[in-house]
């Protein structure tokens, strides 16, 4: 490989060093415009070094072609510069997804994470297993992400997944490195290190928004990831379980389970305000699939 190439390589990963670090902590209008001015940067230097070399330093025996190599050349330099401009998408191949999470006007930046969930919710869900597709960072996602507000720290947008698609919009899991406690009295949840969350779309009395409810991985062992929002029963349960049958007294409502997820209607009686641990929310009893 020629010492130009190696340059070339070079600058493109420092680029993408830097914007997978640096941008993950700015605010989502801010990500697009920095992505373009890194790639211009890249083209500039990369086209600098080019002109800098001395002609005769490259195959002096095809001199006559000098004109064709700086087109043939910038081919590599624009791939690169394509790759970073699409940084909404993915900063490189193996960076971080600069998900829209949070709402820049109220001032909302939970931060992105790169980190990866712990290993015993990697273990129990294989919705978070599976490669991350289009779906899962497409408009209807960033939707549920823009209502991710600054209870929450340490979004880990490559590990975003489309759970379910209802009449009202996507249904998110969401892990993060940290929700924060919020509530009091029956209301009250406590701070959660490591959380899986879900956005929940719902129409309130003037909009729609998505509710979120937010576990540990003790709650999802423990079949109590389960939140009721707009007279649904959802929730996050782990491998191996086909079925879910939801209890509030001697109300029962049985549930199929999908990619690690449930939604059925709430038994009658069901909180419906927010998805809460609150007495009046439904247990759930698992049933797994056999072998």
């Keep these: 490989m ?28 801010a990500r697009s415009a920095v992505a373009l001015t890194e790639a211009l940067a890249v083209l500039r230097e990369q086209r600098a070094a080019a002109q800098q070399q001395p002609a005769a330093a490259a195959r002096p025996e095809r001199a006559p072609l000098r004109g064709r190599p700086w087109r043939v050349r910038v081919t590599r330099p624009l791939a690169v510069g394509i790759a970073l401009v699409a940084v909404s998408g993915a900063a490189t191949a193996r960076s971080l997804w600069l998900a829209p999470a949070g709402n820049p006007v109220y001032g909302f930046n939970p931060r992105l994470a790169s980190s990866a969930p712990p290993a015993a919710q990697l273990d129990a869900l294989a919705v978070l297993r599976r490669a991350q597709t289009d779906a899962d960072r497409g408009p209807g996602v960033a939707v549920a992400l823009n209502d991710i507000n ?17 009449a009202g919009g996507a249904a998110v899991l969401v892990p993060v490195e940290r929700r924060d406690a919020s509530g009091t009295g029956v209301t009250a949840q406590s701070a959660i290190a490591d959380a899986l969350c879900v956005y929940y779309p719902f129409s309130g009395p003037a909009s729609r928004n998505n509710a979120a409810a937010c576990w540990s991985t003790q709650q999802l062992l423990a079949g109590r990831a389960v939140a009721v929002i707009g007279g649904r029963a959802y929730g996050v349960v782990p491998d191996g379980v086909a079925s879910v049958v939801i209890t509030l007294g001697a109300q029962h409502e049985s549930a199929a389970v999908s990619g690690n997820f449930f939604d059925v209607p709430a038994p009658a009686g069901a909180g419906s305000a927010v998805p809460t641990t609150a007495p009046v929310l439904p247990t759930i009893s698992f049933s797994r699939s056999s072998g």
């Design 2 to 29: 020629s010492a130009r190439r190696v340059r070339a390589k070079t600058i493109a990963s420092a680029a993408g060093a830097r914007l997978a670090e640096g941008l993950a902590q700015a605010p989502f209008p």
């Design 150 to 166: 600054n209870l929450t720290s340490g979004v880990r947008s490559d590990y975003v997944r489309v759970l379910e698609r209802t």
